[in-house]
C-alpha cells in the first residue's frame, strides 16, 4: 500500500515494458492480475498521452483503495484529470463527490483515528507523515456548485444516471434554481434509456404532484417500470399502493409478493413490512417463524418500527407463549431510542422482574425518562417513588412536582396523593386549603377512591351542617357506584362517630354491603354488632359467620373473637383446638390479649400439648405490650424456673413494671420477697 507521492516515484521508473500505444491495456491487464502498482504506473504514461480512461481507472483504485490507501481525496485528483478530458463516468463520479462531500474515513482504515496516533507518537514530525500519505487530504467539502458542474456535462452527453440525479437537484434546487419542469424532462430523458431510478422519480413525481397533478394510476405505472428491473425502493411504493388501494384495487397478495423481493435486498422498509403481513398472515401465508427472521433482520438494522414490532410481538405471544425476556430485550432498545411507551414498560418490567431481574433503581430510572417526555402514568409513579424513597432518594418536592405533571395528564390519584399529603402535612407543611383544592378536583373526576377521602376530609373538619350533607352526598355516590370503602364509611357516619345520633339500624345495611364486598372492616363491624346484645340485632351465628370471613382475610381482631368464639362455642360448636390456631393467627400479627390467651393455653394443655417454652415466649411478647396478667405470668415462669431459667432479679423486674399498672397481685408478689413496691 502506498501513499500517493510514493506512487509518484513509482511511476517516474523507466517503462521497460509495451509501446506507449498499448500502454493502457498493459495496465488492464496488470490489475487483472492483481499487479495494481504495474497498473498505475502504465495507467499514469499512458494519461500522459492523452488516454483519459486512465485517469479514470486510478481514480477507482483509490475508490476502493487497491494497491493504494484508499483516499476518496485523491480519487476527486484523478477523477478530474479524467472529466476534463471529457470522461462521462468520470464527471459523473467526481459530481457525486462534490454533491456528498467526504468525511474523514471511520471504517477499517479509520484515518482520523490514524492522523491521531500518529501525532502522539510522532509530534511535530507527524505532519510531514500526513502530507506524505495523504497529499490531498482526508475529506472533500460539498460544493453543489461543482456537483452540478460535473453532472451536467455527464447528462449532456447522455449518461442516464447523470440525468437522473441532475433532475434530482433540479427539484430540490441543489446548484440551480429549483425548476420541476426542468427536472421532469432529465427524469423524461433517462426513463427513455430504462433507467430503473429515472422511472422510479417520475413514479414520485406523479404520487406526490411535484410540478404535475397528483396521479396515482401513472405513478403506478413508473413504479411498475423500475420494480420490473428490481428498483427497490419503487417495489417497496408499489407495494404500499397495493396494499391500500391508492390508485388500484386492493391487492394485499401482490403487495406481499414485491415486499418479499425488496426484503431479499435486505431492504428494512419492506423486512418490517412484510414480516407484519406474515405474522397476519395478509396476501401471504402466516408464518410465524418467517415473519420473526424479517422483523429480527429489520430491528438488527436498527429499524425503529421493527424494533417496536418485535417488543411487541414477543411480549404478546402469536400462536405461542409469549418470551418476557425477549421482549424486554427489544423494548429496552426502543426505550434507548427515547420510544417513551417503551420506557413506561421498562419501568414497569423492572419493577415488577418481568423479563428481567427486579431492579428498582432502573425502574425508577425509566419511569422518570418516560416521565420528562410526558407520560401520566409514569410520572405518577416516579412521584410514588420519591414519595417513598424507592429506587431514588426520598425527595417530597420532587414528589410533589411529578404529581403535579400527573395531574395534568389527567390522573386523579395523582390528585388524591397531593391531597393527602398537604392534609397529612407528610413532608410538606399541613395546608388544608391546599388538601381540599387538590381532593375536590380528585372527586370532580368521578373516582370513588377520591370521592370517599374528600367526604372523610370534610368530615375532619367540624365544619357546617352543609359540608356534613355534602360529604354524605359524596360516599352515597361512591357507594352507588359499588365502592366497599365508601359503603363501610356510610356506615360509620350513622354510627356517629362524625357527630350526630347513632342509628344502627341505618348504618348496619351499609355495612353489610361493604361486607358483602370483602370490605374486611365492615366484616368485623357487622359481626361484632351481632354479637352485641345491645344491639337490637344479636345474632351468634351471623356474628361467627362474619367473624370467620374477616379472620380468613387477615384481620387480627377477627382473628382473636374467632378464637372466643369457638373456645366458648358461641354462634359455632366449640372446638378449643380451633380457637388456639386463631389465638396464634391473631397473635403472630401482635395481637396483645391474643398473645396472653396463647400463652396460657399451652401452659395448661388446652386445646394443644403443654409447652411451657412457647408459654413463656408468648407471655413474654405481651409483657413487652404492657398486659399486666402477662408480666405477672412471666414474673411467677422466672421465679419458679416454670419452662425458663430461674432468675428472681428478671421476675422483680416484670412484678414491678406489673405493679406500675397498680395490678394488686404483682403488689403482693413483691411484698412476699421482701421488695418495696414503687407507686407510678
Known amino acids: 500500500m502506498l501513499s500517493s507521492r510514493s506512487l509518484l516515484q513509482w511511476v517516474r ?81 467526481l459530481g457525486l463527490i462534490f454533491l456528498q462531500g467526504e468525511k474523514p474515513l471511520l471504517g477499517p482504515h479509520r484515518h482520523e483515528t490514524w492522523r491521531q ?27 453543489v456548485d461543482a456537483a452540478f458542474h460535473w453532472i451536467s456535462a455527464a447528462a449532456d452527453k447522455g449518461k442516464a444516471e447523470a440525468q437522473t440525479v441532475l433532475g434530482n437537484m433540479y427539484s430540490e434546487g441543489l446548484g440551480c434554481e ?10 423524461g430523458v433517462a426513463a427513455e434509456q430504462n433507467c430503473a431510478a429515472a422511472e422510479f422519480a417520475l413514479g414520485d413525481i406523479h404520487f406526490q404532484g411535484k410540478g404535475v397533478p397528483v396521479d396515482f394510476e401513472q405513478a403506478a405505472v413508473w413504479y411498475r417500470k423500475a420494480a420490473e428491473q428490481d428498483h427497490v425502493r419503487a417495489q417497496v411504493a408499489l407495494a404500499f399502493m397495493n396494499l391500500k388501494g391508492t390508485g388500484m384495487p386492493e391487492n394485499p397478495a401482490e403487495a406481499a409478493r414485491l415486499f418479499q423481493g425488496a426484503a431479499m435486498h435486505d431492504d428494512i422498509i419492506a423486512l418490517y413490512n412484510i414480516g407484519l403481513l406474515r405474522l397476519k398472515g395478509h396476501g401471504v401465508a402466516k408464518d410465524i417463524d418467517k415473519a420473526e427472521t424479517a422483523l429480527r433482520k ?72 418516560a416521565a420528562r417526555n410526558g407520560h401520566a402514568t ?27 405533571r400527573a395531574s395534568e395528564g389527567g390522573i386523579r390519584a395523582a390528585q388524591l396523593q397531593l391531597g393527602k399529603l398537604y392534609s397529612a402535612g407528610n413532608g410538606v407543611p399541613r395546608d388544608q386549603k391546599l388538601a381540599r383544592e387538590w381532593l375536590g378536583k380528585a372527586a370532580n373526576g368521578g373516582d370513588p377512591d ?51 345520633e347513632t342509628d344502627i339500624a341505618a348504618a348496619v345495611p351499609w355495612f353489610a354491603r361493604a361486607a358483602g ?11 361484632l354488632l351481632h354479637l352485641d346484645p345491645g344491639s337490637g340485632m344479636s345474632d351468634a351465628k351471623a356474628a361467627a359467620s362474619w367473624m370467620t370471613k374477616a379472620a380468613h382475610a387477615g384481620h387480627a381482631g377477627a382473628q382473636f373473637q374467632l378464637a372466643v368464639l369457638y373456645c366458648t362455642g358461641a354462634g359455632l360448636a366449640q372446638d378449643v383446638a380451633q380457637g388456639v390456631r386463631w389465638y396464634e393467627a391473631a397473635a403472630q400479627q401482635g395481637h396483645r390479649i391474643a398473645q396472653f390467651n396463647l400463652a396460657v393455653m399451652l401452659g395448661k394443655g388446652q386445646g394443644c400439648e403443654v409447652d411451657l417454652g412457647k408459654a413463656v415466649e408468648w407471655f413474654e411478647k405481651a409483657a413487652r405490650q404492657d398486659v399486666a396478667e402477662a408480666q405477672i405470668a412471666l414474673g411467677d415462669a422466672l421465679m419458679s424456673g416454670s419452662g425458663v431459667t430461674k432468675d428472681q432479679d428478671a421476675a422483680v423486674q416484670w412484678y414491678r413494671r406489673a405493679a ?11 411484698n412476699a420477697i421482701g421488695v418495696t413496691t414503687v407507686d407510678g
Open 13 to 93: 521508473r523507466p517503462v521497460l515494458g509495451p509501446s506507449r500505444g498499448g500502454l493502457f491495456e498493459h495496465g488492464m491487464g496488470a490489475y487483472e492480475r492483481g499487479e495494481y502498482l504495474e497498473a498505475v504506473r502504465c495507467w499514469k504514461l499512458a494519461l500522459e498521452a492523452g488516454e483519459a480512461e486512465a485517469a479514470y481507472r486510478i481514480g477507482r483504485l483509490y475508490v476502493k483503495g487497491e494497491g493504494v490507501v484508499r483516499s476518496v481525496p485523491d480519487a476527486a485528483i484523478w477523477y478530474e484529470r479524467a472529466a476534463r478530458l471529457g470522461h462521462v463516468d468520470a464527471q459523473f463520479q
Open 117 to 143: 496516533s500518529s501525532a502522539i507518537r510522532l509530534g511535530d514530525k507527524a505532519s510531514n507523515i500526513h502530507q506524505l500519505v495523504f497529499p490531498h487530504g482526508t475529506s472533500v467539502e460539498r460544493n
Open 178 to 187: 429549483k425548476n420541476l419542469q426542468i427536472a421532469l424532462a432529465w427524469y
Open 298 to 369: 429489520a430491528a438488527r438494522k436498527d429499524y425503529f418500527p421493527a424494533i417496536q414490532a418485535l417488543a411487541e410481538f414477543y411480549s404478546h405471544g402469536g400462536g405461542f407463549a409469549p418470551d418476557l425476556r425477549e421482549a424486554a430485550v427489544w423494548y429496552e432498545k426502543a426505550a434507548e431510542r427515547d420510544d417513551v411507551q417503551a420506557q413506561f414498560f421498562m419501568g414497569r418490567f423492572y419493577a415488577m422482574g418481568t423479563g428481567v431481574g427486579p431492579n428498582i433503581r432502573q425502574a425508577a430510572k425509566w419511569f422518570e425518562r
Open 378 to 404: 409514569a410520572a405518577f409513579n416516579i412521584a410514588i417513588f420519591y414519595l417513598n424513597g424507592s429506587g431514588v432518594e426520598r425527595d417530597v418536592d420532587r414528589a410533589i412536582e411529578w404529581f403535579e
Open 450 to 500: 377520591a370521592q370517599t377521602a374528600y367526604a372523610l376530609f370534610l368530615l375532619r373538619q367540624d365544619g357546617s351542617a352543609e359540608q356534613l350533607e355534602q360529604a354524605k352526598a359524596l360516599l352515597v355516590e361512591a357507594a352507588e357506584a359499588d365502592h366497599a370503602p365508601a359503603a363501610f364509611q356510610l356506615g360509620v357516619l350513622h354510627m356517629g362517630k362524625f357527630g350526630g
Open 517 to 527: 364486598a370483602g370490605h374486611v372492616d365492615a366484616q368485623y363491624t357487622l359481626a
Open 660 to 670: 406500675g399498672h397498680n395490678h394488686e397481685g404483682a403488689r403482693h408478689r413483691l
